[in-house]
């Protein structure tokens, strides 16, 4: 008897990795493709880690490939953009064990900088493409993928959204599948690739593609439903799902390979249909290569091209109805915002105290771009801050740079600032780099790096310490500071900026949600509270103005990080003893 359970669509990943065989996992956190790696790490046949980044991550990934077992590669879709280039190279030097990549993509840019599509990628680096539209299908269509890598002897990727990674579905179970190892085998055309060699390997890939399009119309990721034939619909991925649900009588084409796609398969389907749309998230990847073989179809000219698409979507468009949502069910704005005690605010306080401009990076962090902080003025990429601060400098000099500082956290500081930092030391850059130290990859849910001392696996292991990185690659000035300390932060800031040498400040305190057991909190005093407003100016949310213009703490919210009582003049904030400890969410 199949055992089913319930699982969102990056356990189901994982599962389906486990039930697959693999054996080696690397990846680098990033939402939506987080917990894949989480769950992962749970099974204790499978080597599961955190990389630095999806660069190296992808390329632990290939080597245990060469070796001959089964691997994974997990990230985001911004993440692939850091591995392109192990990518496009273990296109062409393709596997030995079976070699996959699940890439999260994110179509509403709930928690990313962009909006790419990661089949345009894949089309670039000929790399296969599978997608599946339920947590059933991302467990099943894992093993399917790693049959597909070994048979086509290329890296295959698994492409999620983050509707599907987040989203659950009942999973049927199953045992995993104890693939023996392949034997490694010396293969210097193969794995070497000088251009001579990558010369004819390009060659190999070539004819690997026009292969997997031609059996690709007899995979069984692929499902033809015919119903109502004056109406067909070529989909995949998540909208496959609101199409079933806003048109159930549609002849539909589910595509489960979206890379390179099953051509006689699709110019079947669409001989037998009236009317052909293609309805597919982000860009008209399906419906380009449709067209191009003369297929007529209605796309991206009644659908939009950005943004997370609906049921809704498709009912306004096709079926020209208005969905009726009633005013009770719409939900009120709300921007994000640090936490409290969260010491980045404290941090932010200073820097717009001081009236510095920040050039930004990819964390919590990034949220000192808004108001009332409203330090940071430019956010590109991971590791991005310290180049452009760096590159500011040589552009406009260092009067110019005065008045600005790099912020980067520490999870992304591991990930690609110290090559950065390196740039700023090698190519003779003064000014400040602030390294935020909060003891985690906070943003993603608290997933350990190189700096906290733990793995994936929860094993302790050598904790990097940052002045020491930075030290050895030639800093000249070096700062360790608390975060909540106001007075030695603005110091250690202000004697920086006089000096004509790269200082690097770690402004260092734990993420307030790593303790979150709380045993005292700030209230105030109303008989001495003078409603100067000194206490609100860091925008901590669990501290609010009331109409008789005193101030008030929610006790809820508070973690007593004394943010507050430090810029109080009038002593109107005092610390209490908490009589119960209460858990902080």
Request: charged share 25%; hydrophobic share 35%.
């Amino acid at each position: 008897m199949i055992k089913k359970q319930i699982m969102l669509g990056n356990d189901a990943f994982a599962r389906g990795a486990w039930e697959a065989g693999v054996k080696v996992s690397s990846a680098y956190p990033g939402t939506p493709s987080t917990e894949i790696s989480e769950s992962l790490a749970k099974y204790n046949e499978v080597y599961a880690e955190w990389a630095p980044n999806e660069k190296v991550a992808l390329e632990v990934a290939i080597g245990a490939s060469y070796s001959g077992v089964r691997s994974l590669a997990v990230m985001k879709h911004v993440g692939l953009n850091v591995a392109a280039d192990p990518l496009y190279s273990a296109s062409y030097t393709g596997v030995n064990g079976g070699l996959v990549i699940i890439v999260a993509d994110d179509p509403g840019i709930y928690s990313s900088q962009n909006n790419q599509d990661t089949r345009a990628v894949a089309r670039a680096a000929k790399i296969p493409v599978i997608e599946p539209s339920d947590s059933n299908e991302a467990k099943e269509f894992m093993k399917f993928a790693y049959e597909l890598s070994e048979k086509y002897d290329t890296p295959v990727i698994v492409r999620s959204t983050a509707r599907l990674s987040h989203s659950q579905d009942v999973v049927d179970l199953m045992d995993r599948i104890e693939v023996e190892d392949k034997p490694y085998e010396k293969q210097i055309s193969k794995y070497v690739l000088t251009p001579g060699n990558a010369v004819n390997r390009h060659v190999e890939v070539l004819n690997r593609n026009i292969k997997l399009q031609e059996e690709g119309s007899e995979f069984p990721v692929n499902r033809v439903e015919y119903n109502d034939l004056s109406m067909g619909i070529i989909t995949s991925g998540i909208p496959y799902q609101y199409v079933k649900e806003a048109l159930p009588k549609a002849s539909v084409l589910k595509l489960g390979l979206v890379n390179p796609l099953p051509k006689k398969l699709i110019e079947e389907f669409a001989s037998k249909v009236d009317k052909l749309y293609i309805f597919e998230e982000l860009d008209p990847i399906i419906e380009e290569q449709v067209r191009s073989w003369g297929i007529d179809a209605v796309g991206k000219e009644i659908f939009n091209v950005p943004g997370e698409y609906s049921v809704n979507l498709i009912k306004r468009v096709i079926k020209g109805e208005e969905p009726n949502i009633p005013k009770s069910y719409e939900v009120p704005g709300r921007p994000p915002v640090l936490c409290p005690g969260c010491p980045h605010r404290s941090t932010y306080h200073v820097l717009n105290k001081l009236k510095l401009h920040g050039a930004g990076d990819i964390g919590c962090y990034t949220l000192g771009a808004a108001p009332p902080q409203s330090v940071l003025d430019t956010t590109l990429c991971m590791g991005s801050s310290i180049s452009t601060y760096h590159g500011m400098e040589k552009a406009k000099g260092r009067e110019f740079t005065k008045d600005w500082v790099a912020v980067i956290g520490d999870s992304t500081f591991m990930h690609t600032g110290i090559n950065s930092l390196t740039n700023m030391v090698y190519n003779q850059s003064t000014g400040i780099v602030l390294i935020l130290d909060n003891s985690t990859t906070a943003m993603t849910g608290h997933q350990d790096n190189p700096a906290t001392g733990t793995t994936l696996k929860g094993d302790h292991t050598y904790q990097i310490d940052f002045s020491k990185i930075c030290k050895a690659i030639g800093v000249p000035n070096v700062e360790v500071v608390n975060a909540f300390d106001l007075e030695g932060l603005t110091k250690t800031i202000k004697e920086a900026r006089e000096k004509e040498e790269l200082t690097v400040i770690i402004s260092k305190a734990p993420c307030a949600l790593l303790n979150k057991e709380v045993t005292k909190q700030y209230k105030v005093n109303k008989d001495l509270c003078k409603k100067c407003g000194a206490c609100l100016k860091p925008g901590c949310p669990a501290i609010t103005k009331l109409e008789d213009g005193k101030v008030f703490i929610n006790d809820t919210m508070c973690n007593a990080c004394g943010l507050c009582f430090s810029l109080c003049k009038f002593s109107a904030i005092e610390l209490e003893e908490l009589q119960d400890r209460r858990t902080y969410l």
